[in-house]
């Protein structure tokens, strides 16, 4: 049995594979084979050699300006820049061929017990060349992965023996294909989310684990130490994650806490969602509540004595990522849910307006909340907000849940049990 590490192409977003291969080895699964296209190429290299060491170095200090002649730490309208390169025919990539030279060790991945392939691609007649290191002619290991690593037309053809080579993310960006005829009976595909062809897996029956990142950066030629360590983060904890040892999905907590998290605050999030939905005065809106999707869910999973543990967490990422919390980070979940009480606090003296959205409209919520003495009174002003804007509506709820104030005991809960007989099982 061989199982194949897969390294997609994806340019500076690159640093997230560390995060992975660090998990990797954590996890002790053991790699027989590394496949790679474009920088999948350089780091699988880097990892076959066994100097993954050297490769968090080179992330961590690596900038544009020393890979390529041409720096993008200064530039904000990257559609331009990304015209002024095509116009001078390509950036020159010979600084970056010499780093890439000087780190990678040829002897080392040749001697290496860990087999090791890449793509690249002829441009005279755009032919896919997938090589393994025993087809890599000695000598020349470092220029072929330069070749699948030259993102034409943005860096300029890599020219090896009279022949012009350009990056292997133009027949294959994710080259499970390479990996399962060099022998893979399983794969982990490492997918960097970046512009490319990626080839349909041919063996249907090899099993893959796919790991992806959520990196939404775009200009992948803007190399940042900064972004690489906070990357390289990522990518442990999203391997972590999908292996079961951590929690989350944008964000990172340990492991249990989230189910913890839910059984202790349940309860309090149904009894707020009731509190605004129930009111005896509203029966003639109970086909507006059952309309929504969102709310049927949760009704049913209600009568159905299911935990809400993904809505909670649905509802706690959404704040995360509306409040900016830095979702590289691996949090303990009290410690998270205070940062989220933190910055509603600060939404205090919002005010009610048409336009109010997102955080700003969950500041006015749950701020609402917390500072009325009347909260019959609030659930009533709550009750239209809860039909339009649901999703703001629940993360606010799990604010209050979380919150040191109970809800007001509710005097009947007949039109909830209305609700719960008119959903389906």
Not at 67 to 78: A, Q
Not at 148 to 156: D, G, I, K, N, Q
Request: charged content about 30%; hydrophobic content about 40%.
């Amino acid at each position: 049995m061989k199982r194949a590490l897969v390294l997609s192409g994806g340019g500076a977003k690159g640093s997230y594979q560390l995060g992975v291969y660090k998990a990797l080895k954590r996890l002790r699964i053991k790699i027989d084979i590394i496949a790679g296209t474009s920088i999948g190429s350089i780091n699988g290299a880097l990892f076959v050699a066994g100097d993954y060491h050297k490769a968090k170095r080179l992330w961590q200090k690596i900038t544009t300006e020393e890979l390529l002649n041409y720096g993008f730490e200064d530039v904000k309208d990257y559609p331009k820049a990304a015209k002024e390169i095509v116009k001078n025919k390509g950036l020159k990539f010979d600084k970056a061929e010499e780093y890439i030279g000087k780190v990678i060790d040829e002897r080392k991945v040749r001697e290496s017990k860990i087999d090791y392939g890449l793509v690249t691609v002829n441009l005279k007649n755009m032919v896919p060349k997938m090589l393994t290191k025993e087809q890599i002619p000695n000598g020349k290991l470092i220029s072929y992965i330069v070749a699948s690593s030259t993102c034409f037309p943005a860096v300029e053809m890599k020219e090896i023996d009279g022949n012009y080579y350009i990056d292997g993310g133009y027949y294959d960006n994710l080259p499970i294909n390479l990996a399962v005829q060099m022998g893979a009976d399983e794969v982990i595909a490492v997918d960097l989310s970046a512009i490319g062809i990626k080839q349909k897996v041919k063996d249907k029956d090899i099993k893959i684990d796919y790991i992806k990142t959520k990196n939404k950066q775009l200009f992948v030629l803007e190399f940042n130490p900064e972004v690489a360590t906070r990357n390289i983060k990522l990518g442990y904890n999203d391997t972590m994650k999908y292996y079961g040892k951590l929690d989350g999905d944008m964000f990172t907590f340990k492991k249990g806490s989230l189910e913890r998290n839910c059984k202790k605050y349940s309860e309090k999030y149904i009894n707020l969602i009731k509190a605004v939905l129930i009111s005896d005065s509203k029966k003639v809106k109970i086909t507006d509540i059952l309309k929504n999707k969102r709310y049927q869910s949760i009704f049913l999973k209600i009568k159905q004595n299911k935990s809400l543990e993904k809505e909670i967490n649905s509802s706690l990422e959404y704040l995360g990522n509306l409040f900016g919390l830095e979702n590289e980070k691996i949090y303990n979940i009290e410690i998270f849910n205070k940062k989220l009480i933190s910055e509603a606090e600060s939404l205090k003296y919002i005010t009610i307006d048409k336009k109010l959205k997102g955080k700003m409209l969950i500041g006015y919520i749950y701020n609402q909340y917390m500072n009325s003495e009347n909260k019959e009174d609030v659930y009533k002003k709550l009750f239209n907000i809860a039909l339009i804007f649901q999703k703001d509506f629940l993360a606010a709820i799990y604010l209050i849940a979380i919150s040191n104030i109970e809800p007001i005991n509710l005097k009947s809960e007949s039109f909830f049990d209305e609700i719960l007989n008119l959903i389906k099982k």
